[in-house]
């Protein structure tokens, strides 16, 4: 079972999942900071990196938590 390195869109933690897995259901949430957003490590460029860590966590997608 061929398997992904994923990086957290939220902290950048790395993570290694089953591809099917993530094709089917996702990685789940980041357990170091609960999001949910995760990108294949090799689709990831230095550029994104910076831009994602530039970025502030407010914006980045998080649920509301009235929603
Ligand atoms: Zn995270």
Redesign the pocket.
């Known amino acids: 079972m061929p398997e992904v390195t994923v990086e957290?869109l939220?902290?950048g933690?790395p993570r290694v999942v089953r591809e099917s897995r993530l094709v089917r259901s996702g990685a789940g949430a980041?357990p170091?900071?609960g999001?949910v957003g995760w990108a294949p490590s090799r689709d990831l460029t230095e550029v994104d990196r910076r831009e994602l860590r530039e970025l502030p966590i407010a914006v980045r997608g998080r649920e509301p938590a009235a929603a």
């Open positions: 957290c939220g902290c933690l980041c170091r900071c999001y």
